[in-house]
């Protein structure tokens, strides 16, 4: 009986890799061992920029309403602590949202926070 071997299974798999790969600079487009070293260092960074993207987006947010807060006589810290006692639920994306196409709307919010927290 002739020996069975992965040849089919085996080329698709480096199909598959040289096809994500592609686009890369070097040996790495073009060497298959550099290319799995490569993609695998890839896909580790996009796992964990995926994450850093969300926290930096919420910093992003936060330094927008501290900004549009300190125009108004209000700090970051008051603004929220205000909403939370006024039970007012809207989210920091929201926030800087309003805070920069809205300012009626947040001046609103700001006038609720500062009555609930006084």
């Known amino acids: 009986?002739?020996?069975?071997?992965?040849?089919?299974?085996?080329?698709?798999?480096?199909?598959?890799?040289?096809?994500?790969?592609?686009?890369?600079?070097?040996?790495?487009?073009?060497?298959?061992?550099?290319a799995v070293e490569a993609a695998l260092r890839a896909e580790s960074?996009?796992?964990?920029?995926?994450r850093a993207r969300k926290r930096q987006f919420r910093r992003l947010w936060i330094v927008r309403?501290?900004?549009?807060?300190?125009?108004?006589?209000?700090?970051?810290?008051?603004?929220?602590?205000g909403m939370n006692k006024a039970d007012v639920k809207i989210d920091r994306k929201m926030l800087a949202e309003m805070a920069v196409n809205d300012p009626r709307a947040f001046d609103e919010i700001c006038t609720l926070a500062k009555a609930a927290v006084n």
């Open 45 to 50: 960074y996009a796992y964990r920029d995926r």
């Open 65 to 81: 309403i501290n900004a549009a807060c300190g125009t108004r006589g209000l700090r970051y810290s008051e603004l929220i602590n």
């Open 1 to 34: 009986m002739p020996r069975a071997r992965s040849v089919p299974a085996r080329r698709r798999a480096k199909r598959r890799l040289m096809k994500r790969v592609k686009g890369y600079v070097g040996g790495r487009h073009r060497l298959y061992r550099t």
